[in-house]
């Protein structure tokens, strides 16, 4: 199989510093997985395949920061709650299916085949706490050729039995499925404690030493909601901040760190996000749909925070990360509108920046064309939804597809330079 292509479509992109960059009717020439070129004329190689994609409009693939494979089953189900109700009523009883591989099996599979055909080429996912069947879907995620960290998640208090696991239980697990993992090359594990609440200090400490000897990046949740963030104040009484209460425990920088929703970490925790390790998955369909509120976006570009998006299913409801950018700039508008004039909303072109190369930055640096990136991309095909306007720029046909047909299966594929379909 070829490992080199060339690839005939219209790019559009946003340079580092945020700028658009269209490329319409130009030539991507990809090879042994890297981006080599993105040129107007077509690049003088013989060794090639050549993909023509003309009229296809073709983007860096897009990276969902926080999703919960566990979850994908009931999305759009059971909206009526707040997050703590919502995980006793209907989340915990869902993932403790997980502890029979059948179920495990047909359900990853479903989610594994729509993230195949969604705009996302990485991810960075919860399973549950049973090892099996977190490995059954690093394997799915492995063979259909998906880059993605998936982390069996750690919890060994406040939740329903069947999500309880023993203390030293729940590291010798991680660290088997670590060992688990060691062959696979497109699909990482990462450190998953649930939530502050869910585990215990003795555990925090263990998880952290685990990610530091490692250098195994981690994933978590940090101030989504504010009943939440009391709890975490009463059981971490010692901490200022709920951040803190990750920082007392070495779950703060040192790796690469995600933290999901950080929907009051403005007021909270101002100082802790302002750390290189730490990078914000905002998901501003959850946090609407569990009525949690409305991260302030426009802060952490302004203070320099890392920052990509996350459907958080099944608080969010779709794996569209095109969704999800169209969601974080409505939600940045009623936030400026109704909550806090200081921070203007944010634009088309920067919610899908912080898609694309904001989140991307989590994987060493995807989300562009630029030269000797890994290559990750997908072409849609903007013409599902009709329209009489013939002069519209790359960047006006991506925001018209971005809001009407986001969950419109993508053409083609590319993760690492290779071509899933
Ligand atoms: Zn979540």
């Given at each position: 199989m070829?490992?080199?292509?060339?690839?005939?479509?219209?790019?559009?992109?946003?340079d580092?510093?945020?700028?658009?960059?269209?490329?319409?009717?130009?030539?991507?020439?990809?090879?042994?997985g890297?981006?080599?070129?993105?040129?107007?004329?077509?690049?003088?190689?013989?060794?090639?395949?050549?993909?023509?994609?003309?009229?296809?409009?073709?983007?860096p693939?897009?990276t969902?920061?926080?999703?919960?494979?566990?979850?994908?089953?009931?999305?759009?189900?059971?909206?009526d709650?707040?997050?703590?109700?919502?995980?006793?009523?209907?989340?915990?009883?869902?993932?403790a299916?997980?502890?029979?591989?059948?179920?495990?099996?047909?359900a990853?599979?479903?989610?594994?085949d729509?993230?195949?055909?969604?705009?996302?080429?990485?991810?960075?996912?919860?399973?549950?706490i049973?090892?099996?069947?977190?490995?059954?879907?690093a394997?799915?995620?492995?063979?259909?050729?998906?880059?993605?960290?998936?982390g069996?998640?750690?919890?060994?208090?406040?939740?329903?039995?069947?999500?309880?696991?023993?203390?030293?239980a729940?590291?010798?697990?991680?660290?088997?499925?670590?060992?688990?993992?060691k062959?696979?090359?497109?699909v990482?594990?990462?450190?998953?404690?649930?939530?502050?609440?869910s585990?215990?200090?003795?555990?925090?400490?263990e998880?952290?030493?685990?990610?530091?000897?490692?250098?195994?990046?981690v994933?978590?949740?940090l101030?989504?909601?504010?009943?939440?963030?009391?709890?975490?104040?009463?059981?971490c009484?010692?901490?200022?901040?709920?951040?803190?209460?990750?920082?007392?425990?070495?779950?703060?920088?040192?790796?690469?760190?995600?933290?999901?929703?950080?929907?009051?970490?403005m007021?909270?925790?101002?100082?802790?996000?302002?750390?290189?390790d730490i990078f914000v998955?905002?998901?501003?369909?959850?946090?609407?749909?569990?009525?949690s509120?409305?991260?302030?976006?426009?802060w952490?570009?302004?203070?320099?925070?890392?920052?990509?998006?996350?459907?958080?299913?099944?608080g969010?409801?779709?794996?569209?990360?095109?969704r999800a950018?169209?969601?974080?700039?409505?939600?940045?508008k009623?936030?400026?509108?109704?909550?806090?004039?200081?921070?203007?909303?944010?634009?088309?072109?920067?919610?899908f920046h912080?898609?694309?190369?904001?989140?991307?930055?989590?994987?060493?640096?995807?989300?562009?064309?630029?030269?000797?990136?890994?290559?990750?991309?997908?072409?849609?095909?903007?013409s599902?939804?009709?329209?009489?306007?013939?002069?519209?720029?790359?960047?006006?046909?991506?925001?018209?597809?971005?809001?009407?047909?986001?969950?419109?299966?993508?053409?083609?594929?590319?993760?690492k330079?290779?071509?899933?379909?």
């Amino acid at each position: 199989m070829s490992s080199a292509y060339v690839i005939h479509a219209d790019f559009y992109q946003t340079d580092r510093e945020g700028m658009a960059l269209e490329m319409p009717s130009s030539y991507l020439l990809v090879r042994d997985g890297r981006v080599v070129s993105l040129t107007t004329s077509r690049p003088d190689v013989s060794d090639a395949t050549f993909l023509d994609w003309s009229g296809l409009l073709v983007i860096p693939g897009l990276t969902d920061l926080h999703v919960h494979a566990s979850q994908y089953q009931f999305r759009g189900l059971w909206m009526d709650e707040e997050l703590l109700e919502w995980l006793n009523a209907h989340t915990f009883p869902e993932e403790a299916k997980y502890k029979e591989i059948s179920y495990a099996s047909q359900a990853y599979r479903i989610f594994t085949d729509d993230l195949l055909h969604s705009a996302t080429t990485r991810a960075a996912i919860f399973a549950t706490i049973h090892e099996d069947s977190t490995l059954l879907l690093a394997r799915y995620l492995e063979e259909a050729g998906i880059a993605a960290y998936v982390g069996k998640v750690n919890m060994d208090r406040n939740s329903v039995p069947e999500l309880t696991e023993d203390s030293e239980a729940s590291v010798m697990s991680t660290l088997s499925f670590i060992e688990k993992m060691k062959d696979f090359k497109n699909v990482k594990p990462i450190i998953t404690p649930r939530f502050i609440p869910s585990c215990s200090d003795w555990l925090l400490d263990e998880l952290a030493c685990i990610a530091k000897e490692r250098g195994l990046p981690v994933q978590s949740h940090l101030s989504e909601n504010q009943s939440e963030g009391e709890w975490v104040h009463s059981l971490c009484p010692e901490s200022v901040s709920y951040a803190d209460a990750y920082r007392r425990h070495g779950l703060w920088g040192g790796v690469p760190t995600i933290m999901a929703h950080c929907v009051y970490s403005m007021e909270a925790e101002p100082g802790l996000m302002r750390n290189e390790d730490i990078f914000v998955a905002h998901c501003p369909d959850s946090n609407t749909n569990l009525s949690s509120g409305i991260a302030p976006a426009r802060w952490f570009l302004e203070n320099g925070v890392n920052m990509g998006l996350g459907s958080d299913v099944a608080g969010g409801t779709t794996l569209s990360i095109l969704r999800a950018i169209t969601d974080a700039v409505k939600v940045s508008k009623l936030r400026w509108r109704l909550v806090d004039q200081r921070f203007r909303p944010l634009s088309f072109r920067e919610a899908f920046h912080i898609a694309s190369r904001g989140g991307g930055a989590f994987f060493g640096g995807v989300g562009g064309f630029d030269e000797g990136m890994e290559a990750d991309l997908v072409a849609l095909d903007d013409s599902v939804r009709k329209t009489a306007i013939k002069d519209l720029s790359l960047e006006e046909r991506l925001e018209r597809h971005a809001y009407l047909a986001p969950e419109e299966p993508v053409t083609h594929k590319m993760v690492k330079g290779r071509l899933l379909f």
